[in-house]
């Protein structure tokens, strides 16, 4: 089988990578419209036995021709172009994976499940970090227990030396963040699905020295399709982002006067959308890409033959010192080319658009990211 990746930014150099060390993958290809990145991402990828070429996705009759050649197609580019692709990989026949991220977006795609399993493709969003690896966590809880009482995914990616006034790093794209703080969350609340305001319900977490007590609050995308796969299932269930404390205070209060609305305004006769100058702000302010830590926390409660039982999956995954790859490049991309690879080896079957935590197989899933060094530490108490 032949992969295809789209884009080559740091998700998709992350992913290449993955597929170069581990995969079987006859033919690896990085595609991307910006020669610069390219060259960018073949040196990052040095020795490797990937291909390298120019697409740009908005000319779809390229894309076309594209997906024709490939078995397998992952997506690292921004979120509103995957609806798109979905529907030609459904008519070039090929499997399409991708990091997602909102669930307008997802819900279009799964509009496309009796097209893509007549076709015999399968279509898988959201499958990075969060959603993506905590929803195969939260599967393997729902597989634990009898019955849920809740399920609590909390995540944060953080700098290792957090710098004020925000203490956070532009890991991913600042669009993709601002997106993440101003759409409503999802929450499962006892059978009903109910959309909550980001950036709300405020909380502390605690994690190991030298982290100590970190605060958590409610963003969009990371519960992704869990509400509905567990409506039936699970009682509780939401998502939050981890954050160095104060981070909420401090940036809760520009989005509240608008510097994230997309309307334009008018300044001296021209006519300026707000958010692209907090984006161009978040770009000179923040610091980019340096060495960072990913924090997970999941916890799980409810009953196992009759006896209650409480579930804490921990992860913390620090930058990569020899492959000079951060710890949001690792936990992002890995996952998606871990199951690129289930795919490959006809471990993963399923025809028609999924969440990942409908038909990730949860032991083998952890077993592969453990080769990669990240490792989950799942712990039970019984009461």
Known sequence: MDVLILGAGLMGRAIAFDLAVFSSF?????????KTILESAKRFLKNKKINFDVLDVKNLDNVKTFFHEYDVVISAIPY?????LSKIAVDKKTHFLDLG????????????YNEAKSNE?????????????TSVIARDIVDSLDSVDYIKIRVGGLPLDPVPPFNYQIVFSPNGLINE?????LVLDHGQIIAKKSMTELETVEFPFPFGKMEAFLTSGGCSTMPYTFKNKVGYLDYKTVRYPGHCQMFKPLLDIGLASEEPIDINGIKIRPRDVFIELLWKTLPVNGKDVVLIKVFGSGLK???????????????????????MMRTTGFPVSIIAQLIERGLIKNYG??????????????????????????EIRRS
């Open 26 to 34: 006859k033919k690896i290809t990085v595609v991307d419209k910006d």
């Open 80 to 84: 509103y172009f995957n609806y798109e």
């Open 101 to 112: 991220g909102n669930n307008a977006i997802v819900e279009k795609q799964r509009a496309l």
């Open 121 to 133: 493709v399968l279509i898988l969003p959201d499958c990075g970090l969060a959603p993506g690896m």
């Open 181 to 185: 703080y101003v759409e409503d969350a």
């Open 305 to 327: 033959d009759g006896e209650k039982i409480d579930l804490t999956y921990s992860v913390i995954d620090y930058f990569d010192e020899k492959n000079n790859m951060t710890s």
């Open 353 to 378: 658009v999924y969440g990942n935590e409908e038909i990730i197989p949860t032991g083998i899933f952890f077993d592969e990211l453990k080769k990669r060094n990240i490792i989950i530490k799942k």
